[in-house]
C-alpha cells in the first residue's frame, strides 16, 4: 500500500510544473488553483534547498509540513479512515491516532519527493457541483508508458471559508478506501485502535532517527 500512496504523493507534487499549458482551466476554480500553487510552492523550495537536502535529507519533512500540510483536513480524513473504529475511540485515543497518522503521511510524502521525476499532467475542467462548498479537482497523467492516468482531488471549503484536501484518488482507487482497508485489517489482527497508534508511533519515530 505505501508504495501506492508514495507514487500517489509524486504524482501530486508534479502537477503545476508539468501541466500541459492549454489545460490550465483548473486555476480559474479556487480548489484547482490549491492544488497547483501548493505545488509549485513545494517543488520551489526542493530545488531552491537541494544543497541542504542533499546533507540532511530530512529537511523534507519540514518542507512538507510547512507547505502542504495547512491544506489537508487530518482529522476528517482519520474519521473516515477508521470509520466504526473512530466513533468507538476515545477523544484521546482519536487525538493520537491524527497525530500519528498526520506523522505518517508526513514520511510517505518526504520519501515521494526525494525520488520525484517529471511527469506531464494534463488539467481537466472542473466539474460544478450542487453544493459549492466541495470540489474535484481532477487530472490525468501520462507515465513513461502505457495510458493516461487519472487522478482526482477532493476538497471541501470549511467554515472559513478555506479549502482543505480530504482524499485523493489514482486510477478510482482512494487513498481513503486504501488506508480504511489496511488500518482495519491491522486493528483486527492486533487487538485495538491502541495497538495500531502505537506501532505508527514507534515507526514514525524510528523514521526521525
Known sequence: ????????????????????????????????????????????????????????????????????????????????????????????????FVEEFRSLIIRTYSTALLEYSGQKINFLPVRDSADPNVASVRTEIQPGSGPMIPISYDLYRNEIGEWKVYDVAIDGISLIANYRSSFGAQIRRSGGLSHVINQMKAKNQQAKK
Open 1 to 96: 500500500m505505501f508504495r501506492f500512496i508514495a507514487f500517489l504523493l509524486i504524482l501530486i507534487s508534479s502537477q503545476l510544473i508539468h501541466a500541459e499549458p492549454q489545460n490550465q482551466v483548473a486555476a480559474v476554480n479556487p480548489a484547482g488553483n490549491l492544488i497547483q500553487v501548493t505545488a509549485k510552492r513545494i517543488l520551489g523550495r526542493i530545488e531552491q534547498d537541494r544543497s541542504q537536502i542533499n546533507t540532511d535529507p530530512r529537511h523534507v519533512y519540514d518542507l512538507v509540513d510547512e507547505i502542504l500540510l495547512p491544506h489537508i483536513d487530518f482529522k476528517r480524513m482519520s474519521r473516515w479512515v477508521l470509520g466504526k473504529h473512530w466513533r468507538r475511540a476515545s477523544d484521546t485515543e482519536r487525538e493520537a
